[in-house]
């Protein structure tokens, strides 16, 4: 028998306004549908060009648009596990991804992942998103706690993931050597929900 989708509420989850021009933009904050599997890939790939933020280059990176149409339809049929989409009008401008994990012993830790398009940051979709992944997860009684990396000078996203209550649970120093040689940290934060 097919598994049935977990319940959700209404897949509009909420409207925020962003912080940008003369009449504020709605942020719309929703579940993702499997149709917006392409649009989230460009964007994904669009903040990987940027080779910053993330541990994967480009050029490392395999997703097709099945591929991410399948993540989209796991991620809404699981219990521990979402995938949010903010948009602007039509235009999805930023994800949030939480996946509970596998096994028994992990099923209460989400691990969360977020971005948003270069050109609309610092208006307010990153904690638009953020909120709602943070909503989600406490009525969620089958998560405890979420979990992510990020760069340790990331500190925008680093900002934003304290002023919602997550804390540093450990640095790992040089995990990562960029091209020029350079050694990067990370940092391990970690809310309970
Ligand atoms: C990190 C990211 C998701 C934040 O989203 P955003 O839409 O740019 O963030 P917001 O506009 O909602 O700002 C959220 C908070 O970030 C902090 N912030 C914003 N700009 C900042 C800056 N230049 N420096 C430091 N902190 C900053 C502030 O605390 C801000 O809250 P405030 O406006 O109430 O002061 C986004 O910038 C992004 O996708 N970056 C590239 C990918 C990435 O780094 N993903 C996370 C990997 S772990």
């Not at 989850?13 to 993702?32: C, T, Y």
């Not at 994990?101 to 992990?106: D, E, H, N, T």
């Not at 979420?146 to 760069?151: A, D, I, K, S």
Request: proline fraction near 4%; include cysteine.
């Amino acid at each position: 028998m097919q598994a049935q989708p977990h319940p959700r509420p209404p897949s509009s989850l909420s409207v925020e306004h962003a912080r940008i021009g003369i009449e504020p933009s709605p942020i719309e904050v929703a579940h993702a549908q499997s149709s917006d599997a392409h649009a989230i890939l460009q964007l994904y790939k669009q903040v990987l060009s940027e080779d910053k933020w993330f541990i994967t280059h480009l050029e490392e990176f395999v997703g097709t648009v099945g591929w991410q149409r399948r993540i989209i339809v796991e991620l809404t049929r699981r219990e521990n596990a979402c995938c949010l989409v903010a948009r602007i009008g039509e235009t999805v401008v930023g994800v949030v991804t939480i996946q509970g994990g596998r096994l028994a012993r992990m099923g209460h830790v989400g691990k969360l992942e977020t971005f948003v398009g270069a050109e609309h940051r610092g208006m307010g979709v990153g904690q638009a998103l953020m909120r709602r992944a943070l909503d989600w997860a406490e009525a969620n009684p089958s998560l405890g706690k979420l979990g992510l990396y990020v760069f340790e000078d990331n500190d925008r996203a680093v900002e934003l993931y304290r002023s919602l209550g997550f804390e540093v649970e450990g640095r790992r120093d040089g995990e990562y050597r960029e091209s020029d040689g350079q050694l990067r940290a990370d940092l391990l934060m970690y809310r309970w929900v």
